[in-house]
């Protein structure tokens, strides 16, 4: 459990080095400090070719959707470049996009359970660190001693299902939702206190409202939404 969540931790580490670059290059072409305006319009396609890589190789990332974006900034970084026309190339691009998509390929582990009716326990030290970029991924846990973890959303789609879990006390649960959507379904009997907030994105708990007194378990849990949305459900 200690490896999977040293991996998640660097898998949002790399992101948000990959964003605070752009964002530093990007302010300082706007006030000023240098000019990049035609140096970004001919290697711009580089950013594309990074997240393919990004999403291949990071833990729960996309094969095809890695080889999509890398194949995708190939050929748009050989147009600006001028070598080619894209409407040479976009056909043949393709063509072997779909080849690689349908090449046999070992599949992921996946328990043969339904999502509904059975889950799993979160880990050895009773937390989850979940991660999905570039598709959507579904995860049931009912763990009857939940100490907390870590959800965040790519490009991509989390849902993570908790109505059977029991936190301990001091539970705390971060989501992260960049230009993706993280749904977390909390039993009826927790008392949630929400940090974090939307940066361009939106928040919403679209749980049932009922009386303070009847619920039993404070958890903690932060929602960040960059160009995104965090929804909490019961």
């Not at 006390?169 to 989501?175: C, N, P, R, S, V």
């Not at 949630?192 to 939307?198: E, S």
Request: hydrophobic fraction near 45%; glycine fraction near 12%; charged fraction near 20%.
């Amino acid at each position: 459990m200690e490896k999977r969540a040293v991996r998640h931790n660097l898998f949002r580490v790399i992101l948000a080095i990959v964003f605070i670059c752009f964002g530093i290059i990007a302010l300082g072409n706007n006030i000023g400090w240098w000019d990049i305006d035609d140096l970004f319009l001919t290697w711009w396609p580089l950013i594309l070719i990074l997240l393919g890589f990004i999403t291949i190789f990071a833990p729960g990332g996309s094969w095809g959707g890695g080889i999509f974006l890398v194949v995708l900034g190939i050929v748009m970084l050989l147009h600006t470049h001028g070598i080619y026309d894209i409407s040479d190339l976009i056909w043949p691009a393709m063509l072997i996009l779909v080849g690689f998509l349908v090449w046999p390929r070992k599949k992921q582990r996946q328990k043969p359970c339904p999502p509904e009716e059975e889950g799993h326990e979160a880990g050895e030290d009773h937390t989850f660190n979940i991660n999905t970029l570039f598709q959507g991924h579904r995860e049931v846990i009912n763990d009857k001693q939940l100490a907390g973890g870590h959800g965040t959303a790519v490009f991509g789609n989390l849902d993570i299902d908790l109505r059977q879990a029991v936190p301990k006390t001091g539970a705390y649960i971060e989501l992260s939702a960049v230009f993706g959507k993280v749904r977390l379904s909390v039993p009826t009997n927790w008392n949630v206190t929400k940090h974090g907030g939307p940066v361009f994105g939106k928040i919403d708990d679209l749980r049932k409202q009922g009386t303070e007194s009847a619920y039993s378990y404070p958890v903690t849990i932060e929602m960040n939404a960059v160009f995104g949305n965090v929804e909490l459900a019961d």
